[in-house]
């Protein structure tokens, strides 16, 4: 309940402060297409600081079929959320906060797949703090829109994975202590 609050928290601050950024028009609004085929639906909205650096604040959540395990008999389905904060430096930026940029992440997220029809069926549980470096390109166009492709890895600073069965048994099993992320985004620059 307590990490409810906190996200809820987190967007209710996002939100109320975007329509103040958003006068300013420093701000860009963003997607993945791709994660949303997938069931991984991630938005974001970047800060202009100036015009070689930028803050981001995105939110994910995930949902859906878990279509990549393949159980007999079950149905498994996917669910979770995110938060990442992004510090963004652009290097040789032609209108602001565009082109080639480096950054640092810091980024909690957490989700499960299970089959409360199968009884089965073990269900998986992963929640993950992390933070490391990433790289990447941004295009914006002379009407706002913007194309923007990275990726980025680092270590996990806190991580729990575990397997639990119809009896609430289960265990742990080694953490990976590994964290990356990769984006293509479609967004607009207000």
């Keep these: 309940m307590k990490k409810q609050l906190t996200y809820l928290t987190i967007l209710s601050l996002f939100l109320f ?48 079929k878990a279509t990549t395990v393949d159980v007999e008999g079950a149905d498994p389905t996917k669910s979770g959320f995110g938060v990442m904060g992004y510090g963004k430096y652009y290097f040789s930026p032609d209108q602001g906060c565009d082109r080639f940029y480096a950054g640092v992440y810091l ?4 989700w499960k797949v299970e089959d409360g029809d199968n009884e089965d069926y073990a269900a998986f549980k992963r929640s ?6 990433g790289v990447g390109y ?9 194309f923007e492709i ?21 265990g742990e099993f080694p953490n990976l202590g590994v964290d990356g992320i990769g984006r293509l985004a479609v967004g607009y620059r207000f």
């Design 138 to 146: 941004k295009v914006v166009g002379d009407s706002g829109i913007l």
């Design 128 to 133: 993950i703090v992390g933070a490391g470096i």
């Design 17 to 64: 402060q975007g329509n103040a950024i958003l006068a300013q028009g420093e701000v860009e609004l963003k997607i993945n297409p791709v994660g949303a085929l997938f069931g991984f639906f991630d938005v974001a909205g970047e800060y202009m600081v100036n015009e070689n650096f930028g803050a981001e604040l995105s939110l994910g959540l995930v949902t859906g």
């Design 150 to 170: 990275g990726f980025g890895i680092g270590r996990a600073i806190s991580e729990k994975n575990e397997w639990v069965d119809e009896n609430n048994e289960g």
């Design 107 to 110: 980024r909690q997220r957490s």
